[in-house]
């Protein structure tokens, strides 16, 4: 039985113009994994109000960060898709959750070289609905539907894997190294709190209140707030970071449910106001740059530190196509190979 690998990460519209990122965002928004509400509230929410006034102004968020060859995270994310795939004799795909570059056309690629065994590779470190589990669940609806002859495995989340806090320390390390900072705070995607709790396995652990990502439990296994403050605690305990030089926070909240706090955003303010002037922030829910990283943080938390007396504010790269990065990917598929 001939493998394959299918990398996938979120996506990108097909340009920074206002009617790519209006299409892009009803397929992410009206997402019921995103957005977890009934249909006919998610309709009147993304159609009925965000896709009548966010669209220009992330069109112009996106102009901000657009590279010359397309989207960074797109571009990044074939660099990275060339760098494995030199390392494997299987074939290796790529596609996106939302975006022209569909699951679907990743696992047709693969099908027409052969490919009757697919691991499928959600490029987040931490499990969340909105992210690898939209990735599974679709994959496997299109499985279903179009190639109900192909074997699909899923990688788990990796986020507390040794030789993945091995690469995302030596990052952190090599890009901060010679530079002087007070503070480095590890940045998150922020999710709903009610997504912590349908995903709770035990239907009693979660508390959101900080204890219970730090007292042992199977609800871990699908917990993002445990899984983010655990890479924090391990890339600061590879790192030797002192106590209170370091922090976690998350980013990227929409609407007005309560969403994991602390904000970064908030938190970048309060640390320039408590008279932080050399701030480092590195954001390891994701592995590609992109909008989120390269305006919201790199762009708008820059200003937002500046404005309360901050001096120096340095962003940690993501991983990108980094080669130890790519090694490790193509070590991971090796692994499933000989199972």
């Known amino acids: ?5 299918l990398l996938v990460n979120l996506g990108s519209p097909d340009s ?18 995103v957005i977890d509400v009934p249909y006919w509230a998610r309709v009147l929410i993304v159609r009925g109000i965000i896709l009548n006034t966010r669209p220009k102004a992330s069109a112009e968020a996106y102009k901000k960060i657009w590279w010359e060859e397309g989207s960074p995270l797109i571009v990044i994310s074939e660099r990275l898709q060339a760098k494995v795939q030199q390392q494997l004799s299987m074939p290796v795909s790529l596609a996106m959750r939302y975006g022209s570059m569909t699951i679907k056309k990743g696992i047709q690629e693969l099908v027409d070289q052969g490919v009757e065994h697919v691991l499928l590779v959600p490029l987040y470190p931490q499990f969340a609905m909105a992210t690898t589990e939209t990735i599974t669940v679709l994959s496997e609806e299109i499985r279903q539907a179009n190639f109900p002859d192909v074997k699909i495995d899923s990688l788990p989340a990796f986020y507390n894997k040794e030789d993945y806090i091995e690469v995302l320390s030596s990052s952190i390390k090599e890009h901060l190294g010679g530079k002087t900072y007070d503070h480095l705070l590890f940045s998150y995607h922020g999710v709903p709190e009610r997504h912590i709790r349908k995903r709770d396995i035990t239907k009693s652990h979660c508390k959101i209140d900080g204890s219970c990502c730090a007292t042992p439990s199977k609800a871990h296994e699908f917990c993002y707030r445990h899984q983010c403050y655990e890479v924090t605690r391990l890339v600061a305990e590879k790192l030797e970071l002192q106590k209170d030089t370091y922090s976690t926070s998350f980013q990227s ?9 602390p904000y970064t955003d ?3 303010e309060r640390l320039g106001k408590e008279g932080i002037k050399n701030m480092a922030i590195v954001t390891p829910a994701f592995v590609s740059d992109c909008l989120e990283t390269l305006e919201e ?10 404005e309360v007396g901050g001096d120096n504010f340095t962003t940690v790269p993501c991983l990108n196509d980094r080669e130890d990065w790519a090694s490790l990917l193509a070590n991971w598929v090796k692994e499933w190979d000989t199972k």
Not at 297 to 306: V, Y
Request: aromatic share 12%; charged share 40%.
């Open 297 to 306: 943080i790199a762009m708008e938390g820059q200003e937002i530190f500046h």
């Open 16 to 33: 920074p113009e206002p009617k790519d990122v209006k299409r892009y965002l009803d397929e992410f928004l009206m997402d019921e994994r």
């Open 266 to 268: 908030r938190t970048i």
């Open 1 to 5: 039985m001939k493998k394959g690998v």
């Open 253 to 261: 909240r929409l609407g007005f449910d309560p969403w994991l706090q």
